[in-house]
């Protein structure tokens, strides 16, 4: 069973960039396939990008395709988020998320194991 740990969130100006980082342990990283998700407040949890388990296949959301870039480094056991041109709409928690699925899914269901979160706030 894996463990799942964010960090880098934190208190950004709109226009900004902010890189969120997800350590595993406990599990084989590589039979991965890892996911991000957020939920802004007041809002369901929604899909922000996934990356297949040797990183030649991603998955973004429209709403952030062109700002945000997911990659894994399977040495360090790690998943990254890096987020450019934030806009205050961004703000939430950002989640991540592991399943041993095949594919490159963009459904919770999809997943099994999940990060506690990390706070990101966009001032405007």
């Known amino acids: 069973q894996v463990q799942l740990v964010e960090s880098g969130g934190g208190l950004v100006q709109a226009g900004g960039s902010l890189r969120l980082s997800c350590a595993a342990s406990?599990?084989?990283?590589?039979?991965?396939?890892m996911g991000w998700f957020r939920q802004a407040t007041g809002k369901e949890r929604e899909f922000v990008a996934a990356i297949s388990r040797n990183g030649g296949r991603s998955v973004d959301a429209d709403s952030v395709k062109g700002r945000f870039t997911i990659s894994r480094d399977n040495a360090k056991n790690t998943v990254y988020l890096q987020m450019n041109s934030l806009k205050p709409e961004d703000t939430a928690v950002y989640y991540c998320?592991?399943?041993?699925?095949?594919?490159?899914?963009?459904?919770?269901?999809?997943?099994?194991?999940w990060g506690q979160g990390t706070q990101v706030t966009v001032s405007s």
């Open positions: 406990g599990g084989t990283f590589r039979s991965y396939v």
């Open positions: 998320a592991a399943d041993d699925t095949i594919g490159v899914p963009t459904t919770q269901r999809a997943y099994d194991y």
